[in-house]
């Protein structure tokens, strides 16, 4: 018998021992798991997909350590920290397990440990990986932990001289009004003050944040949060973060503050948050007051929400809702596995597509009396590896995971040269310039794979717009402040349609405005009609009469732009090509970039591409020092060249993609070359007819955000299923008695044949 290959699992080495990598077996599962001893990957033995099988045949590993874990009643337990799996936090699994293990060897139902020459290297292995955190725990902490650290206005903080010794009745309630909780103490002079108010009417009165910007004095800190050993809520109003402060002790002590002596008797800002998670209802129902029936069986399986993951079900759904996306995902799982190049299918982008298909759709895990246990956990943590907003449990924008998402399936499926079915969604859009007077016209083209169309509000008694109408208005015709190249007239017109319709629609129906540069949900219902007719959006082109203006060649390439910093703008509500150009003309500064948006919103070219852009996702030729810094650590030029234009041209963030594609550069890089090859033979987007065909779609789908804010709140999906609306509100599915798709955030339409 040949030895088998083993090695105890390190700190290093991530080992799944929770659920199967392929599918949502879990160790919880009737049947439970198996972790192969070679690698630590791992896969379940069911009879439907046997993935222990595929992943023995594929690497040839055949000992693997059995786990099943039955839950155990338990107790309430005290949490006092924002954290998961360490002192004073909540426990990581949430519940407690009694865990069976037993080593299987899957070519040999008769092995035994006892008799094998490596008895004692298996025992050491099999103990490792007993003893080793889960690589979910892991991932769970990583998400949940807050670490807060101080900023340049808690270090720098000047304290007034001579200021008063505050007593016990100072300290008793706002010193602008009788609110008595909740207050807030300014460190720099002492002023005490009440919270924010929320956007529902319920907190303070914002007297702190009112002294805040009247004095300039930014570090506040929380009566009631203060404990001896010197901790207590600080926040920073100019950073509007919580904050750390190191010498909190000292800086109390200024007005008469002794630490020690405080009692703490107001929950922390951390503890309320974390509270919250752990208690709330995130699947409570959307349709509230309303009787559902609940619906079982295949395409109808919820995914439990981790906390604050309910943008990425209700987007897994709407995504798995388009038939071509689900057969592509759900079809062709063994051959993949085997040809696959990742060595922990965790990291595999098509694996886990492969996995939310089969879970999502296959009905397994969706019968009568039981509630879905799957969830997004580790398709949100391989997200998260290129997303960092994506890797916490904050709440994130679904659109923009949506877009993400899209993203790196069409990058996956050319490294893979699969079928890319992010085509779906793709169409040539068309932005046609015509003076007033003479029609000189100027046409620019560019590929998309939504249409972002802009829900206005209306009045009390007012009949709110179709879908159709706001779809269509974000083709409607704009009058533009332009100089005309040809008769120097300053009236122009501007007018987006579509040259190409997609087979499927994603509309992103934005729903804020701004008050005082303060963003306001929109809360229109948009009536629904049953087929939306879009002709009114097909471009035009140039036509008998007009004058085309030739565009004038190209400036030199602009610099490229922080890809994080276009985030947080966009996650303001604002396109992603007006925060490019924005930051460009601010030097990255995003506070003006934001206010330069704001003064050039009538621009005529707001929404046109530069002419020759670069992002940190699709910059140009990278710098010979550049590539030679990642050659000098060991990495050949074509890997090195290919990781810099994916990070926009930044040494760090291509250090860090090249290691998390250690195992795949070879095949990255080929796909690349064929990438480029194929492009330069493609026809040219300004060759490219206008369809002239059906421009009618009917809607299947929509993400829904519950809440009137627009920084927090919840989301679900509608899906039409069999000819009626389905709610998917994270794990429970139910026919939705009066759908509330008119409060849709992103919608999918689908083209009429």
């Excluded at 960092?388 to 995971?401: C, H, K, L, N, S």
């Excluded at 706001?470 to 349609?497: F, I, N, Y």
């Excluded at 030199?556 to 732009?561: E, K």
Aim: proline letters at 4%.
């Amino acid at each position: 018998m040949s030895a088998f290959p083993l090695r105890p699992a390190g700190p290093a080495d991530v080992v799944h021992k929770d659920e199967c990598c392929y599918c949502f077996q879990a160790a919880t599962s009737k049947g439970g798991i198996l972790v192969c001893l070679s690698c630590f990957v791992s896969a379940c033995g069911s009879e439907v997909h046997n993935h222990a099988a595929v992943h023995k045949e594929k690497t040839g590993h055949v000992l693997y350590l059995h786990i099943q874990k039955t839950k155990l009643e338990k107790g309430e337990e005290n949490v006092t920290k924002l954290a998961i799996g360490v002192a004073g936090g909540a426990s990581a699994g949430g519940d407690e397990f009694e865990t069976e293990t037993r080593i299987v060897h899957l070519e040999d139902d008769t092995f035994s440990t006892e008799s094998s020459p490596q008895a004692g290297e298996i025992e050491a292995v099999a103990a490792s990986v007993i003893a080793a955190e889960s690589a979910e725990v892991v991932k769970d902490v990583e998400s949940w932990e807050a670490v807060l650290t101080d900023c340049a206005h808690v270090r720098e903080l000047a304290q007034v001289e001579g200021a008063p010794q505050l007593e016990a009745k100072a300290l008793s309630h706002c010193a602008s009004c009788e609110l008595s909780s909740n207050l807030w103490l300014c460190m720099t002079c002492g002023a005490l003050g009440c919270g924010r108010k929320n956007w529902d009417g319920s907190g303070g009165n914002n007297h702190a944040v009112d002294h805040a910007h009247a004095t300039g004095h930014h570090v506040v800190c929380k009566l009631g949060t203060i404990t001896p050993d010197g901790n207590a809520d600080i926040h920073c109003y100019a950073c509007d973060e919580e904050r750390k402060d190191p010498l909190l002790a000292q800086h109390l002590a200024h007005f008469g503050i002794d630490v020690s002596q405080q009692e703490k008797t107001e929950r922390s800002l951390a503890e309320l948050e974390l509270e919250q998670n752990l208690s709330f209802d995130f699947s409570a129902p959307a349709e509230e007051g309303k009787k559902l029936e609940p619906i079982f069986g295949k395409g109808y399986t919820g995914m439990k929400n981790l906390g604050n993951t309910c943008y990425i079900a209700s987007t897994l759904q709407v995504l798995f809702a388009v038939p071509e996306i689900a057969q592509r995902y759900t079809k062709g799982w063994q051959d993949h596995i085997m040809s696959c190049s990742s060595q922990d299918p965790s990291l595999c982008l098509e694996c886990q597509m492969y996995k939310v298909g089969d879970g999502l759709l296959s009905g397994r895990y969706s019968s009568e009396g039981r509630t879905a246990d799957i969830t997004p956990r580790m398709i949100k943590f391989l997200v998260g590896r290129e997303h960092p907003a994506f890797r916490t449990m904050g709440q994130q924008d679904a659109q923009e995971f949506l877009q993400f998402l899209l993203d790196a399936l069409h990058r996956d499926a050319r490294r893979i040269k699969s079928e890319d079915a992010t085509q779906l969604f793709d169409h040539i859009a068309e932005t046609k310039i015509s003076c007033a007077q003479c029609r000189a016209v100027r046409c620019a083209r560019a590929h998309a794979n939504q249409v972002t169309a802009h829900v206005r509000s209306v009045a009390d008694g007012q009949e709110a717009p179709s879908l159709e109408d706001t779809v269509c208005s974000a083709s409607g015709l704009e009058e533009v402040d332009l100089a005309c190249p040809v008769c120097g007239a300053q009236s122009a017109h501007k007018r987006t349609g579509f040259v190409t319709f997609p087979k499927y629609l994603l509309v992103q129906a934005m729903r804020f405005e701004y008050e005082n540069w303060v963003p306001k949900k929109v809360m229109t219902s948009l009536r629904i009609p049953d087929q939306l007719d879009l002709h009114a959006m097909r471009a035009q082109g140039i036509v008998e009469g007009d004058i085309e203006v030739k565009d004038t060649p190209a400036a030199p390439a602009q610099p490229p732009v922080d890809e994080s910093k276009v985030e947080m703008i966009t996650a303001m509500g604002f396109p992603a090509v007006r925060a490019k150009k924005a930051l460009r003309e601010t030097n990255g500064d995003v506070e003006a970039a934001i206010n330069w948006i704001m003064a050039h919103m009538d621009d005529p070219d707001i929404d046109m591409e530069d002419s020759a852009p670069q992002t940190q996702s699709g910059a140009g030729s990278p710098s010979e020092e550049s590539v030679s810094m990642l050659m000098g650590m060991g990495f050949p030029r074509e890997q090195a060249g290919l990781a810099l234009r994916e990070c926009g041209n930044s040494v760090e963030r291509a250090v860090e993609w090249l290691f998390s594609h250690v195992n795949e550069l070879d095949a990255l890089v080929a796909a690349a070359n064929s990438q480029e090859r194929q492009g330069s033979a493609a026809p040219a987007i300004d060759a490219v007819p206008i369809d002239t065909g059906a421009a009618t779609y009917v809607p299947r789908a929509c993400i829904v955000h519950l809440g009137k804010s627009p920084q927090s709140g919840h989301y679900v999906a509608y899906i039409q299923r069999e000819g009626r609306w389905v709610l998917f509100n994270d794990e429970k599915v139910a026919l939705s008695s009066s759908p509330q798709t008119g409060l849709g955030y992103v919608y999918v339409l689908e083209r009429t044949q």
